[in-house]
């Protein structure tokens, strides 16, 4: 049985983890062109029009594989986590087929006449079906938020005596108090992710002297939307997200601060340290004190429960991998913050595009956003261990009891080759559009 | 679950056909990054609305016991719908862009 659960929570941790890295440039990306046309429309000047053409073939390119890696997150439920899809089903299946029918539809259909209809329709209402696209891309990370927050923060709901869940009040799904931060959060990093993709693609540009102008264009736009939602990110979506944590999960939340015992008065913050599970404590650690206590209470000397407090079957169960991954994303969102300031301070020195190692420098970034927004899903994910539904229903109480290791196993080997294909095809794909650049509309 | 590589594999062959059917017919294609879009579409397409005739990844696993000729159908029909995706994707670009609309 733990073999069944470990092979099964590798691999949806294997194929999410592969699917995330397309919806989150989406998600960024269709703010951006909507503001790329927006732009156009105002000014009437062409190279804005280019470039939201230009980014939108990468936001096809993303969609496609988003869609095709989603068709096995579909599957998983079904699969691996039979029984969570029976016992929850009366909830998730409302949100989720919301996604489906509300935001995929209208994101695909008007992402098709965006790429198509723009000679059809004129600028005015090309400019509205990419607003549309961007609408329902951020509406689909509406509806798996929702999912997501009533699995962190079961609200809404009655339990059947068979077990089940069932949907007692739908407007709480929606109201439900972890819900909105988890999404701006999400949403912010989004586009961090595809702010540093712009740059780093204006960068490439610039360093090879190669449509240059527009390497300017997207630089600039990528360092301003870099910046603004790097510190958003942060500050109020991120603090927002950790108060929610030590509201609801406070165990998990003295995991993921590393604090293993109850100290008297305030809090440290841990910013280095290694988790060592056998002393129960942290090796080499570097804390401030009592600062914890003040971002998450605004007091100096309030006491945060550590996990001493905590029964260890309440605990998440890997406990060094959920503290990891939430200081890696801390630690990447800082240095963000950092480069792009410092970007966004040469720009209007007007020096930035002549700054070779600040170019080479964002252009080698672009990993690190996609590497944040992936430990903040792990941060949230393995917090929530080990529920699928926080304290009501666990993982090990949601998988399929027929499905064997050997089975899972096969089948992730499976995915892992046939990822490798599609990322592949990806990269060619997204390659030769970069190397072939914007081009020029015919009107 | 071998049910969800299936579904991955053929997308993977509406992929290929729609790039090998822009190939042979250069009237029909757009270019590598249009025809795998058109490719992955059309063969999900097809796949979705008519699988249940016979040959989705759940009727090829059957309860375990793997059916050879349903699977070739299935990936015939995912082949036919990166042919056809394209062949359609065409028709309906042409008409958005006829100049003489306009």
């Known amino acids: 049985m733990e073999d069944m659960l470990f092979y099964d929570r590798l691999q949806f941790a294997f194929t999410i983890t592969f699917h995330y890295i397309f919806p989150q440039l989406t998600m960024g990306l269709s703010l951006m062109i909507v503001y790329f046309k927006w732009k156009y429309l105002r000014t009437q000047i062409e190279k804005y029009n280019n470039a939201a053409t230009f980014f939108m073939k990468i936001f096809a390119i993303n969609f496609t594989m988003g869609v095709v890696t989603g068709i096995p997150m579909e599957f998983q439920f079904g699969t691996n986590w039979a029984k969570f899809s029976e016992l929850t089903g009366g909830i998730i299946g409302q949100t989720l087929a919301m996604e489906g029918l509300f935001s995929f539809f209208l994101e695909s259909s008007f992402l098709a006449l965006f790429i198509f209809g723009e000679k059809l329709m004129g600028q005015k209402l090309h400019f509205l079906t990419g607003f549309l696209v961007f609408l329902g891309s951020w509406a689909s990370g509406w509806f798996i938020l929702a999912t997501n927050a009533w699995m962190q923060n079961p609200v809404g709901h009655e339990i059947l005596e068979n077990g089940k869940f069932v949907l007692d009040n739908f407007s709480e799904l929606f109201t439900n108090p972890w819900l909105l931060p988890a999404f701006l959060h999400n949403q912010m990093a989004s586009v961090v992710t595809s702010a540093f993709v712009m740059a780093s693609i204006g960068a490439f540009y610039i360093l090879r002297d190669k449509h240059s102008e527009y390497g300017r264009l997207f630089l600039k736009t990528g360092v301003v939307f870099g910046l603004i939602s790097s510190l958003l990110v942060a500050f109020p979506t991120g603090d927002w997200n950790a108060k929610n944590v030590a509201k609801y999960q406070p165990g998990t939340f003295a995991a993921m601060e590393g604090i293993f015992e109850t100290e008297e008065a305030g809090a440290e913050i841990v910013l280095i340290g290694q988790p060592n599970m056998i002393e129960k404590k942290l090796d080499n650690k570097i804390a401030v004190p009592n600062i914890l206590s003040f971002l998450t209470y605004q007091e100096w000397d309030r006491q945060i429960p550590g996990m001493d407090q905590f029964e260890t079957e309440e605990l998440p169960d890997n406990i060094p991998a959920l503290y990891y991954s939430y200081h890696i994303m801390v630690g990447l969102g800082t240095i963000f913050i950092g480069v792009m300031g410092l970007a966004l301070f040469f720009l209007w020195r007007n020096k930035l595009y002549n700054i070779k190692p600040l170019l080479w420098t964002i252009m080698f970034l672009v990993p690190f956003p996609y590497i944040a927004n992936i430990t903040g899903w792990y941060t949230a994910e393995l917090g929530r261990q080990p529920y699928l539904v926080y304290g009501l229903l666990r993982t090990s109480d949601g998988v399929s009891p027929t499905v064997s290791s050997g089975n899972t196993l096969f089948t992730l080997l499976g995915f892992v080759g046939l990822y490798m294909l599609l990322g592949l095809l990806f990269l060619t794909l997204v390659g030769k559009t970069i190397n072939q650049g914007p081009t020029p509309q015919k009107h | ?102």
């Open chain 2, 1 to 102: 679950m071998t049910g969800t590589l299936i579904s991955l594999i053929s997308i993977l062959i509406g992929i290929v056909s729609a790039n090998l059917f822009g190939k042979c017919y250069k009237q029909f294609s757009f270019g590598l990054k249009g025809n795998t879009l058109v490719g992955v579409f059309g063969s999900v397409l097809l796949i979705k609305s008519f699988g249940r005739l016979g040959f989705d990844p759940w009727f090829i696993m059957n309860n375990g016991d793997f059916d050879r000729l349903r699977l070739i159908i299935n990936l015939f029909v995912s082949a036919l719908g990166g042919v056809l995706g394209l062949v359609f994707v065409k028709l309906i670009y042409k008409k958005m862009n006829d100049e003489s609309r306009k």
